[in-house]
T-cell receptor, first 117, second 111 residues
């Protein structure tokens, strides 16, 4: 199957710092990537939809100035958590849908566990 | 997207078949049934999907009832590595749309 690489897998940072998470589709192109957040014992919640070459679309309640998303190419999207606070500690997961596949199958990265001290 | 209902948890003995049910009584004619699973601390993994016919691949089988109001994911010979949360998602097969995850079923495969 298609591979989505997410980096880093784990990050620990101090409160007030910014953290960048990369999501790469390794063997396919994706015009759209998705960013999810998952708190302990909860399901995945969509944060934003990242569109190549245009602004991301954020879900209600997600601060676009705090969670900066850049989708500069068909294989790379980045999520930057700016001025991170302990309540931002969570599991962040990206996904991408290959443009060459007709069916709506999304492939997910392994996730990034963010811990803000 | 149609709402789905899954049992919160299930147990299965290693080597036996695991049958995971999903109710989607409000499914529309153009909505597919997708199954993903999430092993602890990993991203979700696509398993299988179908519209109305039963489907089988190297991972699992998907049985969809004739009225399409429910389906069952079958793992024919469950292993300990199949322990995960299994999500049943019903959606139109549109390009680019996100997936909406419900609570899923936590499958525990026991030795």
């Amino acid at each position: 199957g298609a591979v989505v690489s997410q980096h880093p897998s784990r990050v620990i940072c101090k409160s007030g710092t910014s953290v960048k998470i990369e999501c790469r589709s390794l063997d396919f192109q994706a015009t759209t990537m998705f960013w999810y957040r998952q708190f302990p014992k909860q399901s995945l919640m969509l944060m934003a939809t990242s569109n190549e070459g245009s602004k991301a679309t954020y879900e209600q309640g997600v601060e676009k100035d705090k969670f900066l998303i850049n989708h500069a190419s068909l294989t790379l999207s980045t999520l930057t958590v700016t001025s991170a606070h302990p309540e931002d500690s969570s599991f962040y997961i990206c996904s991408a849908r290959p443009v060459s596949i007709a069916k709506n199958i999304q492939y997910f990265g392994a996730g990034t566990r963010l811990s803000v001290l | 997207d149609a709402k789905t209902t899954q049992p919160p948890s299930m147990d299965c003995a290693e080597g036996r078949a695991a049958n995971l049910p999903c109710n989607h009584s409000t499914i529309s004619g153009n909505e597919y049934v997708y199954w993903y699973r999430q092993i602890h601390s990993q991203g979700p993994q696509y398993i299988i999907h179908g519209l109305k016919n039963n489907e089988t691949n190297e991972m699992a089988s998907l049985i969809i009832t004739e009225d399409r109001k429910s389906s069952t994911l079958i793992l024919p010979h469950a292993t300990l590595r199949d322990t995960a949360v299994y999500y049943c998602i019903v959606r139109v097969d549109n390009a680019g749309n996100m997936l909406t995850f419900g609570g899923g079923t936590r499958l525990m495969v026991k030795p």
